[in-house]
Each structure stands twice: as structure tokens, then as C-alpha cells.
């Protein structure tokens, strides 16, 4: 065990080793004071909260599922409709109070300037909330 003191070494070497003693010391202090004060952080106040009789209300909101297939054919909710008839539906849900959350499903062999146009037409009637549908990769098995 060495212990630093103010006499120097015969052969002129600096201690090599730490002194250990303060550091465990410091640390069952903590310790000490630590486990006197933990009990102060469980204190818990009361309250008597009121009681609700009914459910809270979660809104979901609407959805609106847009197919385009591989040739560029539009259904709404899974009923064909043309280009011009979903600008208007896009407007009436546009005008809506809650707008509803429109969930496109495009086959991957539909050209990108027919969703580039539906997206386009549903930013112009006010619907942000635009997601796209995709199907799983399956994992190939081992």
C-alpha cells in the first residue's frame, strides 16, 4: 500500500498508484446521504379527483381510401369514379369541419404523373392528411 508523503523515493521514481482512501470516502457519504433523503422523494400528496360518468370522447377521424390501377382508373372507397368527380369530392370534403385523412393506394406500375395530379387536386381542396398504402415485403423464409 503507498501512501503519498513528502519524502522523496530513493530511486527518484513518481508513485504510480492512487489513493483510493478519498474516493471511497466521498462515496459513503453520498451513499450516507442518499439513503436518508430517498424517503422524502415518495411522499405523495392527496387529491380526491372528481368522477366522470361518461367516456371521454376520442375523435377518429374519416378516411378516404383513393385506388388508382395500373392503366390510371380512380375508385373512391372502391367505386370507380373519374377525375373530375374526385376534384369535386375533394372539394366537398375539403369543406367539411373535420376533414377527413385521404389513404392512397397506387399499384406500383401506376405512372407517377397521375399521383403527382391526385395529390395536387386534394392539396388544392384543403386535405393535408395524405397516406400512403403499401403492402408488406414478405421475408423470405430461412
Known amino acids: 500500500m503507498a501512501f503519498g508523503g513528502l519524502d522523496k523515493k530513493p530511486n527518484g521514481q513518481p508513485m504510480a498508484e492512487i489513493n483510493m482512501t478519498p474516493l471511497i470516502d466521498v462515496m459513503l457519504v453520498l451513499l450516507v446521504i442518499f439513503i436518508i433523503t430517498a ?32 392503366s390510371g382508373k380512380l375508385f373512391w372507397n372502391d367505386a370507380p369514379v373519374s377525375f373530375d368527380e374526385m376534384r369535386a369530392r ?47 415485403v414478405a421475408k423470405p423464409a430461412h
Not at 422524502?40 to 380526491?48: E, S, V
Not at 368522477?51 to 385506388?67: D, F, G, M, W, Y
Not at 373535420?98 to 403527382?116: C, F, G, M, N, W
Request: charged share 20%.
Open 39 to 70: 424517503p422524502l422523494f415518495t411522499h405523495a400528496i392527496r387529491l380526491d379527483l372528481p368522477k366522470v360518468a361518461s367516456q371521454p370522447a376520442r375523435e377518429t377521424p374519416q378516411t378516404v381510401t383513393l385506388s388508382i390501377d395500373d
Open 90 to 136: 375533394f372539394t366537398d370534403a375539403g369543406k367539411a369541419a373535420q376533414k377527413p385523412e385521404l389513404h392512397l393506394r397506387a399499384s406500383s406500375a401506376t405512372r407517377y404523373d397521375v399521383i403527382a395530379k391526385v395529390m395536387g387536386a386534394a392539396q388544392q381542396a384543403g386535405l393535408s392528411s395524405i397516406g400512403f398504402v403499401t403492402q408488406p
